[in-house]
């Protein structure tokens, strides 16, 4: 088994050399039905987004814009419908999956930085990525958020502006054609120099071949050409 | 394969570890606070301390884990990490794995430490430690266990504290059980293997449940978000 494994890694490894096209994703919702407490929140909903998309979530309050993030990455069972990738059941909790395979990235406004460590230390906690000093480094090239200012501070010590712009730069290392974004109002707390580097980072995904869903209340660059699917409706 | 999430949460865990350190110690002091009670409320004779003593001892290891159990999932689960781990390879199984190996490293070993102390302040026969000392590594181990189970049950829970401990208590009677009958077979020169098997098989059940069902009790807790 571990033989085989290793054989379909080395497969995948050399397949994305070969040939230098990234692989290409389409992720479909069919008749997606959720419920929220007793509560029901969609029933009947279809969405679609493939590699370099933006879908945008757009809706009032609890019309159910969170939830349905939520959905796609797994942690609300749907109660009816299906999302696929490719035409495949899509999981995105499975616990191994090859490594040409769709990965999907969570922010949110719990943003699973760890209060008691520095900045840089939450960044280096990140998958497949190098140590600290790969990430100081790259920082330094680029700092899409301008968070050098903070790199060394406990995030505890953040104002909530300054602790968004350490999650989404974290996001920012996880940018390519293997990722789906899923952002719950990514860009609510941020000033306007912050929304400009969030749509540039929006922009530098979506031209690696990354699909982003995101949850706002903005409306985003129509450089961007984002889709927009309006979750009022529905209900 | 699973090993990259696993090593991430471990070494995230190396990090917090310095931070908690204080929440840990003060678990210790809880439990020679508990300990040193006994004597002041039975009284002195030096005869019934000797014969309490290994109850007295596990029961203050018992009850001082309680306070900081809470704390197992609390901060992950509010900080959202716990959503960042599940959608990694790995997912939640490797980040249970190197969470309750940093809980056990950072709560028991400083126990275990004092240990002797308690052992000489009942009286006991410095040669009971080498029993004592490996059955309560096991056997908080196993309350360990446990705890995960009954902290990701009640994560999120008004009065989780209280909770956990209602949930843990009665759960934890085996090992108490069988962990004192150890000790006590040692001290009064019988075999205590038949007890330390039982513990053992005790500790090997809770190794293969207590994973699976604080997983599976964490999947609700990101589902009823």
């Given at each position: ?235 | ?6 090593t991430l949460c471990l070494q995230r865990e190396a990090l917090l570890g310095r931070g ?6 003060g678990q210790v002091a809880f439990f020679v606070m508990i300990a040193a009670l006994f ?187």
């Amino acid at each position: 088994m571990p033989v085989k494994s290793e054989l379909m890694n080395t497969k995948a490894q050399s397949g994305s050399t070969e040939d230098s096209h990234p692989p290409h994703f389409r992720l479909d919702g069919r008749g997606i039905a959720l419920l929220r407490g007793q509560k029901q929140i969609c029933a009947g909903l279809d969405f679609s987004v493939s590699s370099g998309e933006i879908l945008v979530l757009r809706g009032p309050n609890g019309s159910g814009k969170s939830s349905l993030l939520r959905a796609i990455a797994g942690f609300l069972p749907l109660t009816a419908g299906q999302i696929s990738c490719n035409n495949k059941p899509f999981d995105a909790q499975r616990l191994e999956t090859p490594a040409d395979s769709l990965r999907c990235l969570w922010y949110a406004q719990a943003d699973g930085l760890a209060e008691t460590l520095t900045s840089l230390e939450n960044l280096s906690l990140l998958p497949k990525t190098a140590p600290k000093t790969n990430i100081e480094a790259q920082l330094s090239l680029h700092d899409p958020f301008s968070i050098a200012g903070f790199l060394h501070q406990p995030v505890r010590s953040l104002s909530t502006g300054q602790r968004q712009r350490v999650a989404l730069t974290r996001q920012c290392f996880a940018s390519s054609a293997l990722y789906l974004w899923l952002l719950d109002e990514p860009n609510s707390g941020l000033d306007s120099a912050g929304h400009k580097a969030f749509e540039a980072m929006l922009a530098t995904h979506q031209d690696a071949g990354g699909l982003s869903v995101l949850a706002s209340h903005h409306l985003l660059d129509s450089r961007l050409t984002p889709r927009y699917l309006d979750l009022s409706d529905e209900m | 394969m699973m090993i990259g999430n696993f090593t991430l949460c471990l070494q995230r865990e190396a990090l917090l570890g310095r931070g908690v350190i204080g929440d840990h110690l003060g678990q210790v002091a809880f439990f020679v606070m508990i300990a040193a009670l006994f004597p002041l409320a039975v009284g002195p004779s030096p005869d019934l301390l000797r014969q309490l003593g290994p109850s007295v001892i596990w029961i203050s290891a018992l009850l001082s884990a309680l306070p900081v159990f809470d704390r197992l999932f609390a901060e992950d689960d509010r900080q959202g990490w716990l959503e960042q781990v599940s959608l990694m390879q790995g997912g939640l199984t490797g980040y249970v794995g190197a969470r309750l190996i940093s809980w056990y490293l950072l709560s028991v070993l400083p126990l275990l430490g004092i240990t002797p102390v308690l052992v000489l302040l009942y009286d006991l026969p410095l040669s009971s430690l080498k029993v004592l000392l490996p059955s309560l590594a096991i056997g908080t181990a196993c309350l360990n266990l446990l705890g995960a189970i009954s902290a990701s049950l009640t994560l999120g829970a008004r009065r989780a504290t209280l909770l956990l401990a209602l949930l843990l208590l009665p759960l934890s009677l085996p090992v108490l059980i069988f962990g004192v009958a150890i000790t006590q077979s040692y001290l009064a020169g019988f075999s205590f293997a038949g007890q330390a098997k039982l513990l053992g098989a005790v500790f090997l059940f809770l190794l293969a449940v207590s994973p699976v069902a604080t997983i599976a009790a964490l999947r609700s807790v990101l589902e009823d978000k």
